[in-house]
């Protein structure tokens, strides 16, 4: 069966600084590929997504991820995180067009002043 | 800019009772989604309907779990009785058509159950 693995559960980078989540899966094929971001108390927030095409994405607030193959990855980066990006933030992926969205469990990001 | 609403967005109750969580997703979309997210997890699917029509409901427990989506509009989560288990939040997320496209998801409903 499909799976996502975020690695990290918890990341804390000073503001400024620039960043990477970490996300993996496990398919035969070519999945479509999500990144979402949860606000505490708050629903979830599509970043960005990858179908098919140019394998870097870029998405909403500064946010880009780059999907490769070889390594099954969609890493999230950002190049200068800000204070209001304390988050938590999911990776996921739906295996077909009429499947089920399977989220990670998620990389909660602490922001250092 | 449309937004999927949800109430109460916070919810305490006893084991043994019953509760109700409601979803109005955004105008025009066909399909809606309950989501269980535990603490520390990521969503997980319960019920998946198109319009009226429940298109996946395997993970949906279904001896205390019920949805319903009457007039393909608005639908109900109910769980009857409660388990202190079911402590969780509850998201609601819509999208245009079935099929993989963008969700969009409520604010949720936070449950606790004592």
């Known amino acids: 069966a499909q799976s996502v693995t975020q690695p990290d559960i918890h990341i804390t980078v000073s503001e400024g600084a620039s960043l990477e989540l970490r996300c993996n899966y496990s398919y035969g094929a070519t999945p479509y590929l999500f990144w979402y971001v949860q606000s505490p108390g708050q629903g979830l927030q599509l970043l960005l997504k990858?179908?098919?095409?140019?394998?870097l994405v870029q998405g909403i607030k500064g946010f880009e991820a780059e999907f490769k193959r070889s390594q099954s990855s969609f890493n999230l980066r950002k190049p200068s995180v800000h204070w209001s990006d304390a988050a938590e933030y999911f990776c996921a992926v739906v295996t077909n067009r009429d499947d089920k969205i399977i989220f990670g469990k998620g990389t909660r990001l602490h922001i250092l002043p | 800019e449309a937004e999927v609403a949800q109430s109460p967005r916070y919810k305490i109750t006893e084991k043994s009772q019953a509760v109700a969580f409601w979803c109005d997703p955004i105008s025009g979309h066909a399909t809606l989604y309950w989501y269980r997210q535990i603490l520390g997890q990521g969503p997980e699917l319960l019920v998946q309907?198109?319009?009226?029509?429940?298109?996946?409901d395997s993970q949906l427990p279904k001896d205390r779990f019920s949805a319903e989506r009457l007039k393909g509009v608005d639908s109900t989560l109910k769980i009857q009785p409660a388990e202190l288990g079911d402590s969780a939040m509850y998201l609601c997320?819509?999208?245009?058509?079935?099929?993989?496209?963008?969700?969009?998801f409520g604010p949720g409903t936070r449950l606790t159950v004592l």
């Open positions: 997320a819509s999208s245009l058509v079935e099929g993989y496209n963008e969700q969009f």
């Open positions: 990858y179908f098919s095409g140019d394998t």
């Open positions: 309907f198109q319009d009226e029509s429940v298109v996946d």
